[in-house]
């Protein structure tokens, strides 16, 4: 959780810029418009129906894109600019699995890239959503295979990418991945002998755990 807060915050604080001023009186569609001269397709809905899909005002949406569109100048996310900007930040590690694992809570298009509305929609849930969005958007970071449940498989998946982000050998510490398995299960499922945790174990637990919800609230320090 703390290594996914960092990534989040770092990479908020790579995409931050000298953001423009911007008159009240004037719309994001003279933004778009030039980006619809690159990239016909990936150009956004309008602002209202933005600020209607998402919790964000329609300033926040303005500085948001600025800064997206500063990165990803063709109007897109692509999975291999989100590892990088990563691997930035743990340069003594491997963050390509985690990465991807995160990347793969966006929604896509057809070539497996992030528009700039999915990526707003999916910041909308970890930096303003409720207690159910927050939480549904980790369990489906964790669940890898996305069949409902965090399976044993899933959950050695995410803690061996967490090994590697930080610099540390899966193959010399795969007792104490196995551990950290088996703590997770024993913490979250109701029954300790399980093999997998359901959404709605996953979300009780949670519910009583305060340093959960504190993580996720600190994910967005490094946007606003």
């Known amino acids: 959780m703390r290594a996914l807060q960092k990534c989040l915050s770092t990479l908020f604080q790579k995409l931050e810029t000298k953001i423009a001023t911007i008159p009240d009186n004037e719309i994001i569609q003279d933004i778009l418009d030039d980006l619809d001269l690159q990239m016909v397709h990936a ?3 309008s602002l209202d129906a933005l600020e209607k899909k998402t919790l964000f005002d329609r300033q926040e949406i303005k500085d948001i ?7 990803c100048p063709n109007g897109y996310l692509t999975e291999e600019t ?24 966006f929604e896509r298009d057809q070539y497996g890239n992030v528009l700039f ?3 707003l929609q999916t910041m909308s849930v970890i930096l303003k959503g409720d207690r159910e969005q927050k939480l549904g958007w980790i369990f489906k970071l964790y669940d890898i295979d ?3 449940v965090l399976s044993r498989q899933d ?36 029954n300790p002998h399980s093999n997998e945790i359901t959404i709605e174990e996953f979300k009780n637990a949670c519910g009583s755990n305060s340093e959960v919800f504190r993580s996720i609230d600190n994910f967005g320090s490094g946007l606003f």
């Open 43 to 45: 150009k956004p809905h």
């Open 65 to 71: 894109y600025r800064r997206f569109k500063q990165e």
């Open 82 to 105: 989100f590892r990088r900007v990563f691997q930035q930040f743990f340069p003594v590690g491997d963050t390509n699995q985690y990465a991807h694992f995160v990347f793969n809570t």
């Open 117 to 119: 509305e999915d990526f």
């Open 146 to 148: 996305r069949d409902e």
């Open 155 to 190: 959950l050695k998946l995410v803690v061996e990418s967490i090994y590697y982000m930080v610099g540390k050998n899966c193959e010399t510490e795969e007792q104490t991945v196995k551990r950290h398995v088996e703590g997770i299960i024993r913490k979250y499922a109701s």
